[in-house]
């Protein structure tokens, strides 16, 4: 049974970059799509992007210019980067397992991790 | 603005059949697979229907899932207390290249 563990600062100020870090615990890191998620307080999902093992990425075309997902496949993980975050960037990030690239086919999460920027 | 369209609140009795409706366009749920995904207070979002109509293992056969042309519907038979909770459709989008969701569904059991 595949888990998802994620960590990282929770508290930013403005035009800070947020770091985010994901494990993976208890099954295959290869085959799949390692993606993030975000959803702001009281609000709805949005996708952030995707990465595979071989570090092929994807990203919202909304957030590319601020996005780098990158992977560690010797320690089974990936990370999550957005520079110049704003008050909009608040919100509960989730990492997440994709089976098939870009589809929203997520069956196993991570807990999520708020993050709040505030001045 | 969420690119796919769900009434914000859904009720229903214990026992009771409901359905949850997702507006999309030919950019996503016509030409695409549709997602649901139930989401607890506090929890992770829980895959419940994926390819518009398949249950993943554990996933009870009260949840189905069908989709019509731009529309996509979510069902759940024999309503219980413990569904309580937020549900969100998903579609990959061909114009954006993306997944996009629906806003959100908050259902009560009354």
């Known amino acids: 049974q595949v888990q998802l563990q994620q960590w990282g600062a929770g508290l930013l100020k403005p035009s800070e970059t947020l770091s985010l870090t994901c494990a993976v615990y208890?099954?295959?890191?290869?085959?799949?799509?390692w993606t993030w998620i975000r959803q702001p307080p009281g609000k709805g999902l949005e996708w952030i992007g995707e990465?595979?093992?071989?570090?092929?990425?994807n990203y919202n075309p909304s957030l590319k210019s601020r996005v780098n997902i990158s992977i560690d496949t010797s320690k089974n993980q990936f990370s999550l980067k957005l520079s110049s975050v704003t008050a909009a960037d608040t919100a509960v990030y989730y990492c997440?397992?994709?089976?098939?690239?870009?589809?929203?086919?997520?069956?196993?999460w991570g807990q999520g991790t708020l993050v709040t920027v505030s001045s | 603005q969420s690119v796919l369209t769900q009434p914000p609140s859904a009720s229903g009795t214990p026992g009771q059949r409901v359905t949850i409706s997702c507006s999309g366009s030919?950019?996503?749920?016509?030409?695409?697979?549709v997602y649901w995904y139930q989401q607890l207070p506090g929890t992770a979002p829980k895959l419940l229907i994926y390819?518009?109509?398949q249950r993943p293992s554990g996933v009870p056969d009260r949840f189905s899932g069908s989709k019509s042309g731009t529309s996509a519907s979510l069902a759940i038979s024999g309503l219980r207390s413990e569904d309580e909770a937020d549900y969100y459709c998903?579609?990959?989008?061909?114009?954006?290249?993306?997944?996009?969701f629906g806003g959100g569904t908050k259902l009560t059991v009354l």
């Open positions: 208890g099954g295959s890191f290869s085959g799949y799509y």
């Open positions: 990465i595979n093992h071989s570090g092929s990425t």
């Open positions: 998903a579609a990959w989008d061909d114009s954006l290249s993306g997944p996009v």
């Open positions: 997440a397992r994709g089976s098939v690239p870009g589809t929203p086919f997520w069956v196993a």
């Open positions: 390819r518009n109509n």
């Open positions: 030919s950019s996503n749920i016509e030409s695409n697979y």
